[in-house]
């Protein structure tokens, strides 16, 4: 059974830092391309970024460019997210995601997702 | 980036009927296109990808069509777990985009 754990999610104050983490397991990790997808209370849907396979090709939304890094282990069958100088509007549950595919070029729907972690910037 | 619009906002229904949901794109996605559903507190759950492919262990009643800007998803007879709100998303050209989403709430 593919299960997607996050954890790492909680309060923090405006420009402060987190780290999320997803655990994986129930498939071959380095196998997929893997998400973080976002919702703020109430709201719909943002791809916050992706990365591929080995790690080696990543993507970011622009509202997190340059704030945000994805990374992932995959001896440890684990992805990343930190986030630095957090920002009220980052408040959102936080899902990660596999990519259905294993293929870079058709990289884009997730068929996997975790129960979200919930991250709140607030002073 | 690539907007996603989704008709109608919300749906008011009951058991039985037949749903149809639009999503237009605001360039071609060629079949790039995919349909969540995603019930409160539940993470999404993928219904439909590459426009008209069922996932695994989607029931037959959900089906999907559409190519270019136009897209449909199709419940040919709602059940009672299906009341729910349903996102369009696009993997054509990054940022991947969702759409607003289409709730469909018991009449």
């Known amino acids: 059974e593919v299960q997607l754990l996050e954890s790492g999610g909680g309060l923090v104050q405006p420009g402060g830092s987190l780290r999320l983490s997803c655990a994986v397991s129930?498939?071959?990790?380095?196998?997929?391309?893997m998400s973080w997808v976002r919702q703020a209370p109430g709201k719909g849907l943002e791809w916050v970024s992706v990365?591929?396979?080995?790690?080696?090709?990543?993507y970011y939304a622009d509202s997190v460019k340059g704030r945000f890094t994805i990374s992932r282990d995959n001896s440890r069958n684990t992805l990343y997210l930190q986030m630095n100088s957090l920002r009220a509007e980052d408040t959102a549950v936080y899902y990660c995601?596999?990519?259905?595919?294993?293929?870079?070029?058709?990289?884009?729907?997730?068929?996997?997702w975790g129960q979200g972690a919930l991250v709140t910037v607030s002073s | 980036e690539i907007v996603l619009t989704q008709s109608p906002a919300t749906l008011s229904l009951s058991p039985g009927e037949r749903v149809t949901l639009s999503c237009r794109a605001s360039?071609?996605?060629?079949?790039?296109l995919a349909w969540y559903q995603q019930k409160p507190g539940q993470p999404p759950r993928l219904l439909i990808f590459?426009?008209?492919n069922r996932a695994t262990g989607i029931p037959a009643r959900f089906s999907g069509s559409g190519s270019g800007t136009d897209f449909t998803l199709t419940i040919s007879s709602l059940e009672t777990e299906d009341f729910a709100v349903y996102y369009c998303?696009?993997?054509?050209?990054?940022?991947?985009?969702f759409g607003p989403g289409t709730k469909v709430d018991i009449k």
């Open positions: 998303q696009q993997c054509s050209n990054w940022p991947f985009t």
């Open positions: 995601g596999k990519d259905r595919r294993g293929n870079w070029k058709y990289v884009g729907t997730l068929d996997y």
């Open positions: 590459d426009a008209s």
């Open positions: 360039q071609s996605v060629s079949s790039y």
């Open positions: 129930g498939l071959t990790f380095s196998n997929y391309a």
């Open positions: 990365i591929g396979e080995s790690g080696g090709r990543t």
